[in-house]
């Protein structure tokens, strides 16, 4: 009975099936991203993942246990090298199956496996995604203080009461100036229209005497 046994044999015998994977599993670490059914993407995905944790503890031991898996030198070189830096942070989750339609001819599934932090197109769209937020966010604070401001009561303080004071005793002393200024100008007309009323009646005898 295959009570618990949920894996893929993927219609290849024990030996086959674990060759296989160890290729796969070093020309993804190789490569950093291989073309393959999905059937064989998902089980490459459990076979690989438990390695790249192993590798994050660089010892002989962790390394040795490895090879024994891969049988590749230089998988193993790069995998405890580069891979295990990058991979250092993140806790699982180091691959992603990205599916690209059928196959002609057996109409089989096709996608491409990956490891998550080499892609760096989806890296830097994820930046962009987070600098567009962090910009709608702080949009909405400042238009949120601008609103409390705009709530708040205005507090005139005494230097305020002051400045007002000055001001309005200014404009009062210019009003003042202005209506003596005027008050000058009728001054000087009025006498200015005396004057000449004074002058036409002698105007007038001195043409009597002249006749």
């Known amino acids: 009975m295959r009570h618990g046994k949920k894996f893929n044999h993927l219609s290849r015998t024990s030996s086959h099936r674990k060759a296989m994977l160890a290729n796969m599993a070093s020309s993804l670490i190789i490569h950093k991203r291989i073309k393959t059914t999905l059937a064989k993407a998902k089980a490459l995905r459990s076979y ?24 590749n030198k230089e998988a193993v070189t790069e995998l405890f090298r580069e891979i295990s830096q990058k991979i250092a942070e993140r806790p699982g989750g180091y691959t992603r199956i990205l599916k690209t339609g059928t196959r002609l001819g057996d109409n089989a599934e096709m996608c491409f496996i990956e490891l998550v932090d080499y892609n ?24 949120a203080v601008e609103e409390q401001v705009a709530d708040k009561p205005v507090e005139t303080t005494e230097t305020d009461v002051t400045a007002e004071e000055t001001m309005s005793e200014e404009v009062k002393s210019e009003e003042h100036e202005d209506e003596a200024k005027a008050e000058d100008k009728a001054e000087e007309k009025k006498e ?12 007038d005898e001195s043409e009597k005497t002249k006749e």
């Open 48 to 71: 690989i993942e438990p390695l790249i944790t192993k590798s994050k503890v660089d010892s002989t031991h962790s390394r040795r246990t490895v090879f024994s898996y891969l049988q």
């Open 192 to 203: 200015e229209q005396a004057e000449k009323k004074e002058e036409s009646p002698k105007t």
């Open 120 to 143: 760096e197109n989806l890296l830097a769209e994820k930046v962009d995604k987070k600098v567009k937020t962090a910009r709608r966010r702080r949009g909405s604070k400042k238009k």
